[in-house]
Protein backbone atom coordinates (compact mmCIF):
# COMPACT_ATOMS: atom_id res chain seq x y z
CA UNK A 1 0.00 0.00 0.00
CA UNK A 2 0.91 3.63 -0.53
CA UNK A 3 3.47 4.34 2.32
CA UNK A 4 5.43 7.66 3.51
CA UNK A 5 8.40 7.72 5.65
CA UNK A 6 9.95 10.45 7.17
CA UNK A 7 13.42 10.91 8.87
CA UNK A 8 14.67 12.06 11.79
CA UNK A 9 11.98 11.33 13.92
CA UNK A 10 13.50 13.39 16.32
CA UNK A 11 15.61 16.27 15.82
CA UNK A 12 17.17 19.16 18.03
CA UNK A 13 18.87 22.04 16.64
CA UNK A 14 20.73 25.30 18.37
CA UNK A 15 18.43 28.81 18.21
CA UNK A 16 19.59 30.24 14.53
CA UNK A 17 20.69 27.31 13.06
CA UNK A 18 18.67 25.24 10.08
CA UNK A 19 16.52 22.03 10.23
CA UNK A 20 15.99 19.89 7.30
CA UNK A 21 13.62 17.03 7.23
CA UNK A 22 13.09 14.39 4.81
CA UNK A 23 10.52 12.26 3.62
CA UNK A 24 10.21 9.64 0.75
CA UNK A 25 6.88 8.28 -0.87
CA UNK A 26 5.57 5.41 -2.59
CA UNK A 27 2.53 6.59 -4.60
CA UNK A 28 3.72 7.41 -7.91
CA UNK A 29 0.08 8.91 -8.33
CA UNK A 30 0.80 11.55 -5.90
CA UNK A 31 0.97 14.95 -6.94
CA UNK A 32 0.47 17.13 -3.48
CA UNK A 33 3.14 17.52 -0.59
CA UNK A 34 1.68 19.38 2.29
CA UNK A 35 3.63 20.07 5.50
CA UNK A 36 1.89 20.45 8.78
CA UNK A 37 3.04 21.75 12.20
CA UNK A 38 1.10 20.26 15.35
CA UNK A 39 1.88 22.10 18.94
CA UNK A 40 1.18 20.14 21.49
CA UNK A 41 -2.51 19.03 22.61
CA UNK A 42 -3.77 21.10 18.89
CA UNK A 43 -4.58 20.13 15.86
CA UNK A 44 -2.03 20.52 12.45
CA UNK A 45 -1.52 22.89 10.82
CA UNK A 46 -0.84 23.82 7.69
CA UNK A 47 2.78 25.74 7.25
CA UNK A 48 3.62 25.19 3.46
CA UNK A 49 3.07 23.01 0.15
CA UNK A 50 4.23 22.14 -2.89
CA UNK A 51 2.75 20.50 -5.74
CA UNK A 52 4.31 18.02 -8.32
CA UNK A 53 4.81 20.40 -11.07
CA UNK A 54 7.06 22.47 -8.89
CA UNK A 55 10.34 21.33 -7.64
CA UNK A 56 10.81 24.22 -4.93
CA UNK A 57 8.68 26.80 -2.97
CA UNK A 58 9.55 29.46 -0.23
CA UNK A 59 7.75 31.02 2.28
CA UNK A 60 10.40 33.80 4.47
CA UNK A 61 11.95 30.86 6.52
CA UNK A 62 10.29 27.85 5.24
CA UNK A 63 11.16 26.23 2.20
CA UNK A 64 9.51 22.73 0.68
CA UNK A 65 12.04 21.19 -2.08
CA UNK A 66 10.30 18.03 -4.21
CA UNK A 67 12.00 15.24 -6.47
CA UNK A 68 9.68 13.38 -7.91
CA UNK A 69 11.82 11.44 -10.08
CA UNK A 70 13.24 9.97 -6.39
CA UNK A 71 9.87 10.47 -5.00
CA UNK A 72 11.80 12.43 -2.03
CA UNK A 73 10.62 16.03 -0.63
CA UNK A 74 12.07 18.21 2.39
CA UNK A 75 11.44 21.01 4.49
CA UNK A 76 14.08 23.42 5.37
CA UNK A 77 13.78 25.97 8.08
CA UNK A 78 16.11 28.47 8.28
CA UNK A 79 17.07 30.71 11.43
CA UNK A 80 15.62 28.54 13.84
CA UNK A 81 13.33 30.02 16.54
CA UNK A 82 12.23 28.40 20.10
CA UNK A 83 8.92 29.09 18.47
CA UNK A 84 9.65 26.34 15.69
CA UNK A 85 9.70 23.59 18.51
CA UNK A 86 6.85 21.28 17.45
CA UNK A 87 6.08 18.03 15.64
CA UNK A 88 6.23 18.24 11.80
CA UNK A 89 4.12 16.12 9.26
CA UNK A 90 5.07 15.36 6.05
CA UNK A 91 2.29 14.41 3.77
CA UNK A 92 1.40 13.11 0.10
CA UNK A 93 -1.84 13.22 -2.12
CA UNK A 94 -2.89 11.33 -4.48
CA UNK A 95 -6.55 11.22 -5.72
CA UNK A 96 -8.56 11.85 -2.62
CA UNK A 97 -6.07 10.45 0.08
CA UNK A 98 -3.60 12.13 2.10
CA UNK A 99 -0.65 9.55 3.75
CA UNK A 100 0.87 11.13 6.78
CA UNK A 101 4.61 10.75 7.75
CA UNK A 102 5.43 9.47 11.17
CA UNK A 103 6.38 13.15 11.97
CA UNK A 104 9.30 14.65 13.03
CA UNK A 105 9.82 16.64 16.69
CA UNK A 106 11.73 19.50 16.34
CA UNK A 107 13.22 20.96 19.31
CA UNK A 108 15.13 24.37 19.35
CA UNK A 109 17.42 25.26 22.48
CA UNK A 110 17.61 28.77 22.94
CA UNK B 1 -14.53 32.09 5.82
CA UNK B 2 -14.97 28.40 6.86
CA UNK B 3 -15.23 26.73 10.05
CA UNK B 4 -14.72 23.08 11.05
CA UNK B 5 -16.11 22.08 14.17
CA UNK B 6 -15.70 19.05 16.38
CA UNK B 7 -17.31 17.81 19.23
CA UNK B 8 -17.21 16.75 22.06
CA UNK B 9 -13.61 18.08 22.31
CA UNK B 10 -12.64 15.32 25.56
CA UNK B 11 -14.09 11.80 26.02
CA UNK B 12 -13.66 9.39 29.03
CA UNK B 13 -15.85 5.58 27.92
CA UNK B 14 -15.67 2.39 29.33
CA UNK B 15 -14.45 -0.15 27.43
CA UNK B 16 -17.19 -2.27 25.49
CA UNK B 17 -19.52 1.22 25.32
CA UNK B 18 -20.59 3.06 22.11
CA UNK B 19 -19.11 6.03 20.53
CA UNK B 20 -20.28 8.77 18.33
CA UNK B 21 -18.32 11.80 17.48
CA UNK B 22 -19.62 14.67 15.28
CA UNK B 23 -17.97 17.14 12.78
CA UNK B 24 -19.44 19.65 10.66
CA UNK B 25 -18.16 22.34 8.51
CA UNK B 26 -19.76 25.52 7.97
CA UNK B 27 -19.07 28.10 4.99
CA UNK B 28 -18.68 25.84 2.37
CA UNK B 29 -20.53 23.33 0.09
CA UNK B 30 -20.07 19.63 -1.16
CA UNK B 31 -16.68 19.03 1.23
CA UNK B 32 -14.51 16.20 1.10
CA UNK B 33 -14.63 15.12 4.64
CA UNK B 34 -12.26 12.39 6.16
CA UNK B 35 -11.72 11.44 9.65
CA UNK B 36 -7.93 10.39 11.29
CA UNK B 37 -6.47 8.73 14.81
CA UNK B 38 -3.42 9.94 16.14
CA UNK B 39 -2.41 7.59 18.88
CA UNK B 40 -0.12 9.43 21.52
CA UNK B 41 2.79 10.72 20.43
CA UNK B 42 2.36 9.10 16.91
CA UNK B 43 1.09 10.19 13.56
CA UNK B 44 -2.11 10.36 11.20
CA UNK B 45 -4.07 7.16 10.70
CA UNK B 46 -6.49 7.87 8.11
CA UNK B 47 -9.38 6.01 9.03
CA UNK B 48 -12.11 7.36 6.62
CA UNK B 49 -12.91 9.38 3.83
CA UNK B 50 -16.30 10.97 1.84
CA UNK B 51 -16.58 12.96 -1.26
CA UNK B 52 -20.35 13.25 -0.81
CA UNK B 53 -23.26 12.56 1.34
CA UNK B 54 -24.06 8.55 2.03
CA UNK B 55 -20.35 8.00 -0.32
CA UNK B 56 -17.94 6.33 2.58
CA UNK B 57 -14.88 4.95 2.20
CA UNK B 58 -13.29 2.79 4.63
CA UNK B 59 -9.15 2.62 4.80
CA UNK B 60 -8.34 0.43 8.03
CA UNK B 61 -10.20 -2.75 9.00
CA UNK B 62 -11.96 -1.52 12.87
CA UNK B 63 -14.67 -1.85 15.00
CA UNK B 64 -15.12 1.80 13.91
CA UNK B 65 -17.62 2.86 11.33
CA UNK B 66 -18.60 6.28 9.92
CA UNK B 67 -21.97 8.39 8.27
CA UNK B 68 -22.12 11.23 6.54
CA UNK B 69 -26.26 11.53 6.99
CA UNK B 70 -25.47 15.75 5.37
CA UNK B 71 -23.20 17.55 2.90
CA UNK B 72 -21.41 18.81 5.49
CA UNK B 73 -21.55 16.50 8.62
CA UNK B 74 -19.41 13.19 9.25
CA UNK B 75 -20.16 11.11 11.99
CA UNK B 76 -17.08 8.56 13.36
CA UNK B 77 -18.96 5.79 15.90
CA UNK B 78 -18.52 2.54 17.53
CA UNK B 79 -20.60 0.04 18.62
CA UNK B 80 -18.56 -1.06 21.14
CA UNK B 81 -14.72 0.40 22.18
CA UNK B 82 -11.33 -1.37 22.71
CA UNK B 83 -8.85 -0.25 24.48
CA UNK B 84 -6.56 0.80 21.43
CA UNK B 85 -9.51 2.92 20.14
CA UNK B 86 -7.87 5.93 22.62
CA UNK B 87 -6.28 8.93 20.56
CA UNK B 88 -6.88 12.10 19.21
CA UNK B 89 -9.35 11.79 16.75
CA UNK B 90 -9.42 14.56 14.26
CA UNK B 91 -11.74 15.67 11.72
CA UNK B 92 -10.50 17.38 8.29
CA UNK B 93 -12.03 18.84 4.94
CA UNK B 94 -10.66 20.29 1.57
CA UNK B 95 -12.79 21.62 -1.11
CA UNK B 96 -10.74 19.74 -3.47
CA UNK B 97 -8.23 17.27 -3.66
CA UNK B 98 -5.31 19.35 -2.27
CA UNK B 99 -5.27 21.36 1.32
CA UNK B 100 -7.01 19.61 3.93
CA UNK B 101 -7.71 22.20 7.31
CA UNK B 102 -8.42 19.58 10.40
CA UNK B 103 -10.84 20.21 13.29
CA UNK B 104 -10.15 21.15 16.80
CA UNK B 105 -9.78 16.83 17.51
CA UNK B 106 -11.88 14.96 20.60
CA UNK B 107 -9.22 13.40 22.93
CA UNK B 108 -10.38 9.76 23.31
CA UNK B 109 -9.71 7.69 26.48
CA UNK B 110 -11.24 4.25 27.16
CA UNK B 111 -10.70 3.09 30.00
Same mark, same amino acid.
Not at chain 1, 24 to 40: G, M, V
Not at chain 2, 63 to 78: E, G, V
Given at each position: ?110 | ?23 ? *? ?10 ? !? @? ?6 ? =? %? ?11 ? *? ?10 ? !? @? ?6 ? =? %? ?23 ? !?????
Amino acid at each position: GENVEQHPSTLSVQEGDSAVIKCTYSDSASNYFPWYKQELGKRPQLIIDIRSNVGEKKDQRIAVTLNKTAKHFSLHITETQPEDSAVYFCAATGGFKTIFGAGTRLFVKA | SQTIHQWPATLVQPVGSPLSLECT *VEGTSNPNLYWY !R @QAAGRGLQ =L %LFYSVGIGQISSE *VPQNLSASRPQD !R @QFILSSKK =L %LLSDSGFYLCAWTPGTYEQYFGPGT !RLTVT
